[in-house]
């Protein structure tokens, strides 16, 4: 069973940083490792939006609100992914949840939620 679970959310103050992990299971490698794998968040009363993906040639793309800022990454080892995120602001607060298509279904984690303070 195809299964993606994110950790690694937390409380920071601005400035701070938190790295996210995105863990998969059931993901042949074959199929982990061409597979564009997103970043998703979600603020209260806002709708869900893109902040990271890596696509299957390794490039990156990024948020406006968030380039130069936050940093995805696989690790195709271990089949997970990243998100490393500095300099976190309040408007970054919210749940986290990564994303991806395998085997040709969408597929999302259950999110980690990040509280930044001023």
């Known amino acids: 069973q195809v299964q993606l679970r994110e950790s690694g959310g937390g409380s920071v103050q601005a400035g701070g940083s938190l790295r996210l992990t995105c863990a998969t299971s059931?993901?042949?490698?074959?199929?982990?490792?061409?597979?564009?794998v997103n970043w998703y968040r979600q603020a209260p009363g806002e709708q869900r939006e893109l902040v990271a993906q890596?696509?299957?040639?390794?490039?990156?793309i990024y948020a406006d609100s968030v380039k130069d800022r936050f940093t995805i990454s696989k690790d195709y080892a271990k089949k997970k992914v990243y998100l490393q995120m500095n300099g976190l602001k309040p408007d970054d607060a919210g749940i986290y949840y990564c994303?991806?298509?395998?085997?040709?279904?969408?597929?999302w984690g259950t999110g980690t939620q990040v509280t930044v303070s001023s």
């Open positions: 994303n991806g298509r395998f085997y040709n279904r969408d597929y």
């Open positions: 059931g993901i042949i490698t074959s199929v982990f490792n061409p597979t564009t």
């Open positions: 890596i696509t299957r040639a390794g490039s990156e």
